[in-house]
């Protein structure tokens, strides 16, 4: 009996250790599961400010709640405000448009010569093409033509809200059953013609293809199948570039966005063009400006279209 007195009066060397380092001993919750043990007041206290934290969660989450009906209620009381000082640093004003009655066509007839990665690649290119329209200062007559197969499918998978896009035109139909043949151009880079001015009573066709190469001048081949228009954008004229001279169709959709609004086919290219592709000016004279636009030290862009780029048009 005296031993067993002796035993619960002497403390463990355990717990004398945990005392001096300042570590609480080891405790047992009433469901039998070990609490904390072996902590330091470091430990100790962060673990309580996160239990804190958690405590006080839905007294935070009831303050931010009346915070906004206080809020709402002051701009009820206060409508004028809401439409004075207070709104115009909320929205940007925004810019008079005025719209262009030129036609810009994606011709989306190549879908059986795609692979699905690059179907998904033309699918973020007429997203960006569309994005770009709207904000335009002049947005044009927007048409997407032939829309069926891999690229529908993305489209239904991908971004569901498609259906509800404003300001465009979306067929299933080829665009030649759209547009008379007369004020049709396809726009691509082995047409011999180069295109000087846009003409606002034309519909200008961009290929809506992205094949790495592998079907060169296709483009071409249909429009002179078709008995139709076809130029090139005057990129040789204004730009001498490090790399190929292939752009992707948000690319050109953009490059004739920015002449709408600048007048300028120079003005457009430089707008556009990646600083990746090493685009430098020419002069007058046919040589190189000494300024050349510096590349872009990384291969990855915010944008996925920048760095893969469709076939054709080629400008």
């Known amino acids: 009996m005296a031993d067993d007195t002796v035993k619960s009066e002497a403390p463990a060397p355990q717990e004398e250790e945990n005392r001096e380092n300042g570590n609480s001993p080891q405790t047992e919750t ?15 206290k962060k673990l309580l400010k996160q239990q804190k934290w958690e405590e006080e969660r839905e007294l935070r989450k009831q303050k931010r709640k009346e915070r906004k009906q206080q809020r709402r209620q002051q ?18 004003p925004r810019r008079e448009v005025t719209p262009s009655s030129l036609r810009l066509v994606v011709d989306c007839s190549f879908d059986d010569l795609m692979l699905i990665k690059d179907v998904r690649k033309l699918h973020k290119q007429i997203q960006r093409c569309y994005a770009e329209n709207r ?5 044009v007559q927007f048409y997407l033509t032939s829309i069926g197969g891999q690229l529908k499918q993305s489209m239904d998978e991908k971004d569901k809200g498609w259906v509800n896009w404003k300001d465009i035109h979306i067929k299933t ?24 001015e846009l003409d606002q009573k034309k519909a200008y066709v961009i290929g809506g293809l992205v094949d790495h190469n592998h079907h060169k001048g296709i483009t071409f081949e249909r429009a002179k199948e078709l008995g139709i228009e076809h130029a090139q954008l005057p990129l040789s004229s204004f730009v001498k570039m490090n790399s ?29 063009l ?5 685009a430098v000016a020419v002069d007058q004279d046919g040589g190189n400006t000494q300024e050349k636009a510096e590349e872009d030290s990384g291969s990855d862009s915010d944008d996925d279209t920048a760095e893969q780029t469709a076939k054709e048009p080629k400008t």
């Open 274 to 278: 990646p600083q990746r592709k090493g």
């Open 75 to 92: 701009r009820q009381n206060n409508p004028e405000e809401e439409g004075g000082e207070a709104q115009s640093f909320r929205k940007r």
């Open 30 to 44: 009433g469901n039998g599961g070990a609490a904390t043990q072996n902590l330091s007041k470091r430990q100790r």
């Open 173 to 196: 139909e080829h665009y030649s059953d759209l547009v008379a043949k007369e004020d049709l151009v396809y726009l691509t880079s082995d047409s011999p013609n180069v295109l000087e």
């Open 244 to 272: 190929r001279k292939v752009l992707a169709v948000n690319h050109v959709f953009e490059i004739i966005l920015a002449y709408l609004e600048k007048g300028s086919w120079k003005d457009a290219f430089f707008t556009v």
């Open 135 to 139: 904000r335009a200062l002049h947005p």
